[in-house]
């Protein structure tokens, strides 16, 4: 195991329970899958505990999963009877909780721990092809619902300390989020406007100015075509704050998501170094 300074990752996790089926809507997330097993290339076996900040639970306030042994929310519709019933049984880590909850409460922000709380799919649908032995301790953090990229991104420093003590931080969300126009063409043209700027934001902008673009995300081309609601967006705040000096780099990219859409996923900081690496270490 490497004591590396692990990075932090904004994922974009695709539609509902995708990794527990098969057929032709499975199909759409092959590439995505594969980003996500080369994640764990990359990672080697460094993680140690992970922390996901999930864009499907958000609370007035933040919330941390705290749990001996997780549950499941299955937090979406429209799908075969038995995909209310998968489990994804990784330990949950009362340990991490209270150390995010003390990390955030040195920084002024107060976090209430939630020993009920299971994982939603925003987790699990990474997860399982992530670590699908199951046996990686997880914790989830909630996002504030007042959707405030500032105070996320004061989370993210809060947190950095975590990334040296073998935690990997996760913002699971999407990078285009809007359901009624992913039913036909309308997103297309909207998510590669959107994922443009995400790319010259989050890849190409020195770090100093990263931070300034972010919080005005609003005002990028097709901002809100791309997300009505931010929730799936504001992850990816989380995950830069606890890297906000450290260089960005594209894990995942597609231009044919679904038919036509263009999502993306993006990694911050450096691989460790005693692992494996599939890429680029910028």
Known sequence: MTNSRLPTYFVSHGGGPWPYMTGEFRR????????????????????KAILVVSGHWEE??????????PGMVYDYYGFPE??????YNAPGSPELANR????LRANGIE????????????????????YPEENIPVVQLSLDAGYDPALHISVGRALAPLRDEGVLIIGSGLSYHNLSAMRGTGGYEPSRRFDAWLQETLVHTPSDKRTERLLEWQQAPAARAAHPREDHL?????????AE???????????DFAGGLTASSFRFGRVPAAAPSNGDLQ
């Open 60 to 69: 007035k306030g933040f919330a941390i999963s705290s749990g001996v042994k």
């Open 234 to 242: 504001i992850p990816l705040m989380v995950v830069v704050g606890a």
């Open 28 to 47: 759409n997330f092959d590439v995505l899958e594969q980003s996500l097993v080369d994640m764990r290339a990359e990672l080697g076996d460094a993680p």
């Open 100 to 103: 995010v909850q003390h990390l």
């Open 245 to 255: 000096n450290e260089a960005g780099a594209t894990t995942y990219h597609q231009k």
């Open 111 to 130: 976090a209430a721990l939630d020993p009920t709380r299971g994982y939603d799919h925003g987790t699990f649908s990474i997860m399982k092809p992530l």
């Open 82 to 87: 038995h995909l209310y019933h998968i489990t």
